[in-house]
């Protein structure tokens, strides 16, 4: 499919680096300042396969391996791409997503082979733009912790730092191909994590010549 007008704007981060509060301080930057219609959407999406990825991170459901897992998530992605991200790019929306491929290479790139998980992703939608919230495990899980009682099956150092340093090769090999990747310090206080990401679409949002209302 060609890129069309619409454009698809990804927010990735290990857990607890702050991507879902962005995501809707972000919807509403772009709807004001430069009156965008913004759709919000994540993965795993709210569709079918995502509803049955939810139920295996959260641990109600058990026994499915990591390489079904992967295959889930990237079918949850194909079917996201075909009823919710498409459909709105083709109507000139644009997409913010929380979470998308990335998310599989950092994640499920612990327990698969890499270019394995490239394959089942092929056909995905390649994202316009994806900005990168990099915090530190410590950081993600002291907040994580702080604010709520259960973790999912990801939520741990050990694991957090893995994710952290799949991400961070993969990011490295994406920009050396050409990819629009942003990092953003989300150490940071959120207002401030909120300004690095707004002036990081701006930039993306000048190049591809739109203006500001
Ligand atoms: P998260 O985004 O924190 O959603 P919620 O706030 O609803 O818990 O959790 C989703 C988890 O799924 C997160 O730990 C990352 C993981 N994940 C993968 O392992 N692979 C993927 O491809 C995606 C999209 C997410």
Not at 18 to 36: A, D, P
Not at 91 to 97: L, R, S
Request: hydrophobic residues 40%; aromatic residues 8%; glycine residues 6%.
């Amino acid at each position: 499919m060609e890129q069309s007008q619409g454009k698809l704007i990804v927010l990735e981060g290990i857990d607890g680096s702050g991507i879902s509060t962005q995501t809707v301080r972000l919807k509403n930057f772009l709807e004001t300042k430069y009156g965008l219609k913004v759709v919000l959407t994540k993965e795993p999406s709210d569709g079918p396969i995502g509803t049955i990825i939810r139920q295996i991170l959260s641990g109600r459901v058990v026994g499915v391996s990591a390489s079904s897992l992967a295959l889930l998530f990237a079918a949850d992605r194909l079917d996201h791409n075909n009823n919710k991200i498409k459909p709105a790019l083709r109507q000139g929306d644009y997409v913010i997503c929380d979470r998308y491929i990335w998310s599989s290479f950092a994640y499920q790139g612990m327990q698969n082979d890499i270019s394995w998980i490239k394959e089942i992703n092929k056909y995905a939608y390649k994202p316009d733009l994806t900005i990168f919230i990099k915090v530190r495990p410590e950081t993600s899980l002291k907040r994580i912790l702080g604010s709520r009682f259960q973790t999912e099956i990801f939520e741990k150092v050990e694991i957090l730092e893995q994710v952290l340093a799949n991400y961070i090769k993969i990011f490295t090999e994406w920009k050396d191909l050409g990819e629009e990747v942003r990092v953003i310090n989300g150490e940071q206080e959120p207002n401030l994590v909120e300004m690095d990401i707004a002036l990081a679409v701006e930039q993306f949002l000048q190049n591809n010549q739109l203006q500001r209302d």
